[in-house]
Antibody, heavy 118, light 106 residues
Framework: QVQLVQSGAEVKKPGASVKVSCKAS????????LHWVRQAPGQRLEWMGW????????KYSQTFQDRVTITRDTSASTAYMELTSLTTEDTAVYYC???????????WGQGTLVTVSS | DIQMTQSPSTLSASVGDRVTITCRAS??????LAWYQQKPGKAPKLMIS???SLESEVPSRFSGSGSGTEFTLTISSLQPDDFATYYC????????FGQGTKVEIK
């Protein structure tokens, strides 16, 4: 069974960047497609992008295209999501999730709360 | 972008009730639809994929149906553990979610 463990909560100032990690276990890391989804308080879930852990291919939502970078470290079985130029609107819980057959988000990390406040 | 719209936004029901949630897509998505259950402070849990395929260990009181642009999630007999928020999600073209339906105790 796949397990995804994310890094801890972050507090950032407007204009800063944040980098959230997602460590995978229970599966060969390079077999994974890892997606990032966020949820602002009281809002719907919002897909941000995904990475193919085997070759590093990425695809981003147009909403975040200019501000998000998803990377991976195969030696650490970990994916990363970096979001730049933060505003208060980026305050949200950020989740990583496995993409079964790339497309079905079946296993999720526990979430990482990112708070943006001056 | 494909927009997903759920109804109702909130549903008040009692244990034992039959509950139906509707999800509409702004364009045809065939059966590329999933349903998630989310409880406060927790990650979403995949319940149904491909519109009607129940995930393992999901109780059989849950069922999904539909294709094209209209889909439903039905809980045949609501149990105390089912009070949660439910989201539909399309994966036909990228990934987008509905706004959620909160199932609360009547």
């Amino acid at each position: 069974q796949v397990q995804l463990v994310q890094s801890g909560a972050e507090v950032k100032k407007p204009g800063a960047s944040v980098k959230v990690s997602c460590k995978a276990s229970g599966s060969t890391f390079t077999d994974l497609a890892l997606h990032w989804v966020r949820q602002a308080p009281g809002q719907r879930l919002e897909w941000m992008g995904w990475i193919n852990a085997a070759n590093g291919y990425t695809k981003y939502s147009q909403t975040f295209q200019d501000r998000v970078t998803i990377t991976r470290d195969t030696s650490a079985s970990t994916a990363y999501m970096e979001l730049t130029s933060l505003t208060t609107e980026d305050t949200a819980v950020y989740y990583c999730a496995r993409g079964l057959r790339y497309i079905i988000l079946d296993y999720w990390g526990q979430g990482t709360l990112v708070t943006v406040s001056s | 972008d494909i927009q997903m719209t759920q109804s109702p936004s909130t549903l008040s029901a009692s244990v034992g009730d039959r509950v139906t949630i509707t999800c509409r897509a702004s364009q045809s998505i065939s059966t590329w639809l999933a349903w998630y259950q989310q409880k406060p402070g927790k990650a979403p849990k995949l319940m149904i994929s491909k519109a009607s395929s129940l995930e393992s260990e999901v109780p059989s009181r849950f069922s999904g149906s539909g294709s094209g642009t209209e889909f439903t999630l039905t809980i045949s007999s609501l149990q105390p553990d089912d009070f949660a928020t439910y989201y539909c999600q399309q994966y036909s073209s990228y990934w987008t979610f509905g706004q959620g339906t909160k199932v609360e105790i009547k």
